[in-house]
């Protein structure tokens, strides 16, 4: 017994001994001199490209997923098959205008990069139809030919309101131009403030008798970029078409729309709802060796937009956790909690993977004690929004995490997949991974969120402090 | 006088209310919202481009900056002028490889992006020569026609001297390839480890008969930009001419060369030194309330090299210092001392604006209580290096700085263009700014230094962070 005693407290001596400042150094060395989340972020944008639920890229990114994860020898690999709903884009796709006091060509970016105004600094010209950037919202019905209307512009829900009930919107193609409030210092914040124009805006617009909307792009830069992102109707309202258009476009069309009472836009879209179409959860493991059933499950969603090639959003919190779960097995770390990377799908537009996830963990009864997600880019980390029952165990470490830039602890810690694990496990700590916010939004949903816009060492860093984090969790829990 | 003393302590608490949280918020919503920076540094780079000293896009920056700041209506703007050195480029610049065993057509750069070793897969062809990524370092020589050499690779300072004093150098082009440390968290760190390559590695090389050098370009990323800078003869050692080549292209020479003993490469340049010319500092000053006469200086270097349009490397770091005079102004703060933003002119290869600045400050017994130097890029803020005398005035604000995301404080502040001060005014406290450093060398001196590298948040965040830090000084400071 004193025999048996003395090997626990050794035991319990090692592990702490784990986690110690010479620990942090070898996760972030082996994360910076050896990692590998780069590499394979740069196959999947490259090989495989964006990953829309149901598309044929997103069974493509699967297939890759699987046999990538399966390389690196996890204890196992495998997938969660799961129905998805699919939303296609078609190729039809446009929005022109038309207006008797303004012409504007579009001309590159480098331009309105620095100033946004010379969009609207050009000389007048005879008044032409011109093609410009904007994409349909994802789930918008299409048009069904041509739909030309003219349009008004509204900057609030209060001014939508006061103009629809004065009628000033029937038969009109609705500008939702409320901008991102740039003084928030987290852009995160800035979106929370707007999202609902995109979300729920056609069928508010709809109610008063609006035939289609332009949404302003969910953006903080000006510049000739649409961000496309979910759309959803109330069933109540008439259906009605959604575009995204570029925040300068935006502000041109609001400039125009005051100028010119007879201002119309045309938008053709053929995009439209499919049957849901089969897709997957990936998974890879490696066991735990004192509690191998309890679960510590980290990770991001595999779907992204159709724009660009969801390199950001969210294939880096993807290869964060693949990195993590990488890096803590070369390292020769042995956790006591089975740890679970997982790369949902269908986040972007139904939650079906996370709510699959949650409903096969409750009905095997799995034990979560644990899960965090990464969704907000590949930049430079900063520190983690974590449940405040947890939050006095992580404070412990904000000194050791505080020497990687990485200390920046705040009370919260939900996220869009994670959630529903909470169902079946109401005690499941929930910690969401934060890292710089500034230049989300420039490539957030858009077809600038491409590998080339990911730097190595950002995602690196990333995937080392995931990494920490799951040790913390791993050594506080039981 | 009892009267005079309540007007003093009024006057003090005044001045103590001005910098709390709310202060915080103004200044950070005027950067935010109202930011002048980025499109003031999308003028600089777009109208005038890079910045050699003595070039005449140096001289244009020089007037547009004075015609500029003039017109914010700061107390006063002035030049001081001052003789550069004049380094000059020629288009004749290039380096082409011949080998037996490699034949590697350079393709674009997204390949290598993310896997740079595809570089070295590529199949073997039948020889033929290459033009490849390199431009000559700043400084060096010409080579007077074509200078074809055998390529010898070395790794570290310990190489070089074995395999020179075993005449292995002898007659030949040497490959400085000594890559960044990964591991160090700051890219800065380890550019340190590395830069002493650049500077006097041709010297080094040349003391054991060597005709040519390439240095393995100063960055983390493996890619196919050369980033150039300054070298420095050692008037000791014969001069060889020097250029910088990309890092793929170092990692595929230094291959060959192990695996091809007849490898050999021909450097062309027809880079000059030219005369000394005429050149200026540019300064923009806010007069102080209570003491006009001492000086708190903050800036950046106003020249660049010639790869890119010196964006980050300094337009960044003199659009900082102009941001924080600006809205330290626009939000009505009264400072005590004399708020002076200098823009110093030759920073990358002569320090002669710094030297002449100091010198001026000197004959002119001007006070100096503190300065502070922007020259790690426009990237999010995270703290300042602070002289450590002062550094526990600056912790009274460390729960405010850390709000705003920018409380890491370190000990040193020294900088190029603000140690010179000292000379004069020993006990000028100093503090260099410091953003987030992860990309810096992605940019640094190479073609990639452009206005599209930087975010206007991220500047603008710098800008208030600058601010902040003045009045701390300007607060703090007697």
Same mark, same amino acid.
């Given at each position: 017994?004193?025999?048996?005693?003395?090997?626990?407290?050794?035991?319990?001596?090692?592990?702490?001994?784990?986690?110690?400042?010479?620990?942090?150094?070898?996760?972030?060395?082996?994360?910076?001199?050896?990692?590998?989340?780069?590499?394979?972020?740069?196959?999947?944008?490259?090989?495989?490209?964006?990953?829309?639920?149901?598309?044929?890229?997103?069974?493509?990114?699967?297939?890759?997923?699987?046999?990538?994860?399966?390389?690196?020898?996890?204890?196992?690999?495998?997938?969660?098959?799961?129905?998805?709903?699919?939303?296609?884009?078609?190729?039809?796709?446009?929005?022109?205008?038309?207006?008797?006091?303004?012409?504007?060509?579009?001309?590159?970016?480098?331009?309105?990069?620095?100033?946004?105004?010379?969009?609207?600094?050009?000389?007048?010209?005879?008044?032409?139809?011109?093609?410009?950037?904007?994409?349909?919202?994802?789930?918008?019905?299409?048009?069904?030919?041509?739909?030309?209307?003219?349009?008004?512009?509204?900057?609030?829900?209060?001014?939508?309101?006061?103009?629809?009930?004065?009628?000033?919107?029937?038969?009109?193609?609705?500008?939702?131009?409320?901008?991102?409030?740039?003084?928030?210092?987290?852009?995160?914040?800035?979106?929370?403030?707007?999202?609902?124009?995109?979300?729920?805006?056609?069928?508010?617009?709809?109610?008063?008798?609006?035939?289609?909307?332009?949404?302003?792009?969910?953006?903080?830069?000006?510049?000739?970029?649409?961000?496309?992102?979910?759309?959803?109707?109330?069933?109540?309202?008439?259906?009605?078409?959604?575009?995204?258009?570029?925040?300068?476009?935006?502000?041109?069309?609001?400039?125009?729309?005051?100028?010119?009472?007879?201002?119309?836009?045309?938008?053709?879209?053929?995009?439209?709802?499919?049957?849901?179409?089969?897709?997957?959860?990936?998974?890879?493991?490696?066991?735990?060796?004192?509690? +191998?059933? *309890?679960?510590?499950? @980290?990770?991001? &969603?595999?779907?992204?937009? =159709?724009?660009? #090639?969801?390199?950001?959003?969210?294939?880096?919190?993807?290869?964060?956790?693949?990195?993590?779960?990488?890096?803590?097995?070369?390292?020769?770390?042995?956790?006591?909690?089975?740890?679970?990377?997982?790369?949902?799908?269908?986040?972007?537009?139904?939650?079906?993977?996370?709510?699959?996830?949650?409903?096969?963990?409750?009905?095997?009864?799995?034990?979560?004690?644990?899960?965090?997600?990464?969704?907000?880019?590949?930049?430079?980390?900063?520190?983690?929004?974590?449940?405040?029952?947890?939050?006095?165990?992580?404070?412990?470490?904000?000194?050791?995490?505080?020497?990687?830039?990485?200390?920046?602890?705040?009370?919260?810690?939900?996220?869009?997949?994670?959630?529903?694990?909470?169902?079946?496990?109401?005690?499941?700590?929930?910690?969401?991974?934060? +890292?710089? *916010?500034?230049?989300? @939004?420039?490539? &957030?949903?858009?077809?600038? =969120?491409?590998? #080339?816009?990911?730097?190595?060492?950002?995602?690196?860093?990333?995937?080392?402090?995931?990494?920490?984090?799951?040790?913390?969790?791993?050594?506080?829990?039981?």
């Amino acid at each position: 017994m004193r025999f048996l005693l003395a090997f626990f407290l050794l035991a319990a001596n090692s592990v702490q001994a784990q986690v110690d400042s010479a620990f942090y150094r070898k996760v972030f060395n082996e994360a910076l001199g050896n990692g590998q989340a780069y590499a394979r972020l740069g196959e999947l944008c490259k090989t495989v490209g964006s990953r829309l639920s149901g598309s044929p890229q997103a069974e493509k990114a699967v297939v890759w997923g699987k046999q990538m994860l399966s390389s690196y020898g996890f204890d196992s690999v495998y997938l969660q098959a799961v129905m998805v709903p699919r939303w296609e884009r078609s190729k039809t796709e446009s929005l022109t205008f038309s207006s008797a006091v303004f012409n504007v060509a579009i001309k590159g970016e480098k331009l309105q990069d620095y100033n946004c105004e010379a969009f609207e600094e050009l000389p007048l010209k005879p008044a032409k139809k011109h093609k410009i950037p904007a994409v349909a919202l994802g789930g918008s019905i299409g048009t069904n030919g041509k739909l030309t209307a003219g349009l008004v512009s509204v900057h609030s829900d209060a001014q939508l309101d006061s103009m629809g009930r004065a009628s000033a919107l029937k038969g009109k193609i609705v500008l939702l131009n409320r901008p991102f409030p740039e003084s928030y210092l987290n852009t995160f914040k800035a979106y929370g403030a707007c999202v609902v124009q995109r979300v729920n805006g056609a069928s508010k617009a709809a109610a008063y008798g609006a035939v289609g909307v332009l949404v302003r792009s969910m953006s903080n830069r000006c510049d000739l970029h649409a961000h496309t992102g979910v759309m959803i109707y109330d069933e109540k309202q008439q259906k009605i078409p959604a575009m995204a258009v570029a925040t300068a476009v935006a502000n041109l069309l609001d400039k125009l729309s005051h100028q010119d009472p007879n201002l119309s836009v045309s938008m053709e879209l053929g995009c439209q709802t499919l049957p849901d179409a089969p897709s997957a959860n990936v998974v890879a493991e490696t066991r735990g060796s004192k509690y +191998p059933g *309890s679960i510590i499950a @980290f990770g991001g &969603h595999f779907d992204s937009w =159709d724009q660009g #090639e969801g390199a950001h959003d969210d294939g880096a919190g993807c290869m964060h956790a693949f990195e993590a779960l990488r890096l803590l097995k070369a390292i020769g770390y042995q956790p006591r909690h089975t740890l679970r990377c997982v790369w949902w799908m269908n986040e972007e537009n139904g939650l079906r993977g996370a709510n699959e996830y949650a409903s096969i963990a409750a009905k095997s009864n799995e034990k979560h004690i644990a899960a965090l997600e990464s969704d907000r880019g590949g930049f430079t980390p900063r520190g983690f929004g974590v449940d405040s029952v947890f939050l006095p165990k992580v404070m412990k470490y904000k000194s050791l995490l505080d020497a990687y830039g990485i200390g920046e602890i705040e009370k919260g810690g939900g996220g869009a997949d994670i959630g529903p694990i909470r169902k079946s496990n109401p005690n499941a700590v929930l910690v969401g991974f934060i +890292p710089d *916010s500034q230049r989300y @939004f420039d490539v &957030h949903h858009s077809e600038t =969120d491409v590998f #080339e816009s990911v730097n190595k060492r950002e995602l690196h860093l990333g995937a080392a402090a995931v990494a920490v984090m799951i040790v913390i969790l791993d050594q506080e829990l039981d």
